[in-house]
């Protein structure tokens, strides 16, 4: 009797012990953004859910080449404009939205969405959202904020960034659509772009 009350405690203490250890979606969204100031491909790595890497052929490698290389130089010139906003925050599902702006007033958004799983907080999808975040720096800023300019924006970024993200490894991005998730490659994204 005595071993059995031992062992349910071991297996109390476990669980508690786990559950406290568990990486809120707060604490993956404060992770999240400073991996992204840092240009930490690896540490973003962890938050890509699996099904996204194999789709993409991602790595952490591709991924860090991409953060310094095209990512950087897209947003060379922009900071940060107001504070980071939370959008969504339900049990299981965080999204929040950034603004950046460039001194000659560009705007850019990126929304980032965090989901609980059973291997931790992951963003779904990780790499759309930073890859059409610079394709919407080439927008001249006498474009406005008009989806319009948005979608025009996506397909010049995709034709002129394309070629540079291919050169870091990255091919293709999936995308949450309304019909489900989606592969592009960057022209196909392009060509989606002008519809």
């Not at 993956?28 to 690896?42: C, H, P, Q, T, V």
């Not at 996204?52 to 130089?73: C, H, N, S, W, Y």
């Not at 790499?127 to 406005?144: I, K, Q, W, Y």
Request: glycine share 8%; hydrophobic share 40%.
């Amino acid at each position: 009797m005595k071993l059995s009350w031992i062992a349910f405690a071991v297996v109390l203490c476990s669980m508690g012990c786990t559950s406290r250890n568990a990486e809120s979606l707060v604490d993956a969204r404060s992770k999240i953004e400073l991996a992204l100031d840092k240009r930490d491909g690896k540490a973003l790595m962890a938050y890509m859910t699996d099904q996204e890497r194999d789709a993409v052929g991602a790595d952490a490698t591709k991924l860090d080449a991409f953060l310094k290389g095209p990512f950087q130089e897209g947003f060379a010139d922009f900071s940060r404009s107001g504070d980071l906003k939370v959008v969504v925050d339900e049990p299981g599902w965080l999204a929040y939205e950034q603004w950046y702006e460039s001194p000659d007033h560009r705007r850019v958004g990126m929304v980032m969405q965090i989901y609980a799983t059973e291997d931790g907080p992951k963003l779904s999808p990780l790499l759309s959202p930073l890859v059409l975040a610079m394709f919407a720096t080439t927008r001249p800023a006498a474009d406005g904020m008009s989806p319009d300019s948005l979608r025009t924006a996506w397909a010049k970024g995709a034709k002129e960034l394309g070629p540079k993200l291919v050169q870091v490894g990255l091919r293709q991005m999936l995308v949450n659509k309304a019909s489900g998730d989606k592969v592009f490659t960057w022209e196909q994204w392009r060509q989606e772009s002008i519809k």
